[in-house]
């Protein structure tokens, strides 16, 4: 039985704080319609649900859907009921019916959390307490819509170069978890670590010591973190924190896993598929969500990388999903052109954007011999939307059809070291026909 409607007047498909940023009640507007993002927590999607947000995207929208860089999905193009898109999503259980708490729920894991065969630590039971927690102090309802935590359980399949106001990641010190901690970064060296056991404390104390000390301009931790030294922090959330040497010479060991194809579970196999240029068509998604039920548990999780992963898949099963999802064209292996490559919507659907980067990159597609998957990044703006960290190579659009090719250099800020200026998605092809290890110099 659905969900009693919506209380609210239309007016209130606004949240409480103006944002740039869309949520589920804050539609926002855009060139090709509006704009609703849907945080899932966990990344975690079941088929039916999937199902129901195809269904909204023809019926409220264009029927186009896009899976973001936060593991999240949104989708686009739409029209004047968004009411009535909100209620439909609401029904199948994709959001809160506060609009406050939606917009805190900005937590990521690992696309195989609890399955992973080398996690650490099963972050589910913990990600869903600091949920509850988020939605239940309305306090913490203060943060920004962008104000972003993740929780990592040291698997090899982990988005590690996106940078989280507050991560946490899992560690083992004398035969016991741990989880290390820092602040605006991404995992990697830690600042402090406390028993796992005090990892909810942890968390919240971290949240309201932000909000205690944040001015009207420091939305996110970096910016108070320029006034206020990371020690000074520290110090006052009240916590016993392990600061020794054992844990500030610990450093998260890297990912190994790919993200696209068959992915190892501790028991059991997951398949990694990917939307080109991370869009969805409502087809598409149910075609996915009808894989998952097949050959499946029937859940879905999506991505940092702009994909979807099919956990507890049956191995006997595997040759009809990736037939079932090649048909549908959808990308489940590497080696596709088109999965070295991430654009934002580009001026067809943004007008902050200068060139039409999802056309664009489908001409630079063909001319890239087979790398890394999302080493090349198509922006339409400084902005870089689609890529939360820096690619290594990036093409920044200037004019239409026109671009300066950046590449990554840790020596200097930005997207790195400019290689050429005012150059076509073609010459750009040129010079990006290279071994993937020359573009992470």
């Not at 600042?191 to 949240?207: I, R």
């Not at 990917?274 to 999506?302: C, E, H, K, M």
Request: proline share 7%; charged share 20%.
């Amino acid at each position: 039985m659905p969900d009693a409607p919506l209380t609210q007047p239309p007016a209130a498909l606004v949240s409480p704080r103006p944002s740039a940023c869309p949520g589920l009640w804050r539609i926002v507007d855009a060139r090709d319609g509006g704009i609703c993002r849907i945080k899932l927590p966990g990344g975690l999607l079941q088929a039916g649900q999937a199902e129901a947000v195809a269904d909204a995207a023809e019926r409220f929208a264009t029927g186009v859907i896009e899976a973001t860089n936060r593991a999240n999905l949104q989708i686009r193009g739409i029209g004047n009921d968004r009411q009535g898109l909100v209620q439909c999503l609401l029904d199948a259980g994709l959001g809160p019916r506060d609009a406050a708490f939606d917009d805190v729920r900005n937590l990521m894991l690992s696309p195989l959390a609890g399955l992973d065969p080398a996690m650490l630590l099963d972050t589910r039971p913990l990600a869903g307490e600091i949920l509850r927690m988020l939605e239940a102090t309305p306090r913490l309802h203060e943060l920004s819509a962008k104000f972003a935590i993740q929780l990592d359980g040291g698997e090899d399949l982990a988005m590690l170069e996106h940078p989280h106001d507050l991560w946490l990641a899992a560690m083992t010190l004398d035969q016991r978890t741990w989880l290390a901690f820092g602040l605006a970064g991404c995992p990697g060296q830690a600042l402090g670590a406390v028993p796992v056991e005090q990892g909810l404390a942890l968390v919240q104390a971290v949240l309201v010591r932000f909000l205690d000390l944040a001015g009207p301009q420091q939305s996110r931790m970096r910016q108070l973190l320029a006034d206020c030294s990371v020690d000074a922090f520290i110090d006052g959330l009240g916590l016993e924190i392990r600061r020794d040497a054992a844990v500030l010479g610990w450093s998260r060991a890297p990912a190994r896993a790919s993200w696209l194809g068959p992915l190892a579970q501790r028991q059991g196999m997951a398949l990694g598929v990917a939307p080109p240029l991370g869009r969805l068509t409502a087809n598409q998604l149910r075609g996915i969500a009808g894989v998952a039920r097949t050959a499946g548990d029937g859940s879905l999780r999506l991505s940092p990388w702009q994909s979807l992963v099919i956990p507890n898949l049956d191995p006997t099963r595997l040759d009809q999903a990736q037939a079932e999802l090649h048909a549908l064209g959808l990308l489940w292996h590497a080696d596709h052109p088109l999965a070295r490559l991430t654009a934002c919507t580009g001026s067809s659907g943004c007008a902050k954007a200068l060139a039409d980067t999802k056309a664009d990159a489908q001409t630079l597609a063909p001319l890239l011999r087979a790398g890394r998957p999302g080493s090349v990044h198509v922006s339409g703006c400084l902005r870089s939307c689609a890529a939360a960290h820096v690619a290594p190579a990036t093409l920044l659009a200037r004019s239409p059809g026109r671009y300066d090719l950046y590449l990554r250099d840790r020596c200097q800020p930005g997207f790195g070291r400019l290689r050429a200026t005012d150059i076509t998605p073609e010459e750009a092809g040129a010079m990006l026909d290279l071994p993937t290890e020359h573009l992470d110099d």
